[in-house]
């Protein structure tokens, strides 16, 4: 036999006869559950901030000084004559005016295209199972 005596526990030993503390459980869960709601309104209501604001500077916010200069300036480049480079001799011309020109070359036949022209290939009547060599 060993040198250490095996103890044995009493069944009495280590239970808590007492009834558990309900008024305590229920006031954890009441206290779990409003404390989750007010996490849920509150995070609900930073996000519509938030939302509203990146909706306002995207959207709503009046554009800047610099955009409308810009648009302005764009405007003016299509619908007036300017030089693109005076060098060169290449002027650019209002919008309207080129897709008059554009009309007019289309209604001429004088459209130009950058890649060459070609028939279409001709496919086999059998179709591309038949292009495969037979293993």
């Known amino acids: 036999m060993s040198e250490q005596e095996i103890r044995h526990a009493s069944p009495a030993e280590g239970f808590d006869p007492a009834e558990p503390k309900v008024g305590a459980i229920v006031g954890f869960g009441i206290g779990s559950i409003v404390l989750l709601v007010i996490t849920i309104l509150a995070l609900q209501s930073y996000f519509n901030k938030i939302w509203q604001e990146a909706v306002y500077e995207k959207v709503l916010a009046p554009p800047s000084e610099q955009l409308l200069e810009l648009h302005?300036?764009?405007?003016?480049l299509l619908t007036h004559y300017s030089w693109a480079d005076k060098a060169k001799g290449t002027v650019r011309i209002?919008?309207?005016?080129?897709?008059e020109l554009f009309a007019q070359e289309a209604a001429a036949g004088k459209l130009f295209y950058p890649a060459k022209s070609y028939p279409p290939k001709k496919d086999d009547a059998a179709g591309p199972a038949a292009a495969a060599p037979a293993k």
Do not use: G, Q, Y
């Open 94 to 99: 209002p919008v309207n005016r080129a897709m």
């Open 72 to 76: 302005r300036r764009e405007d003016w």
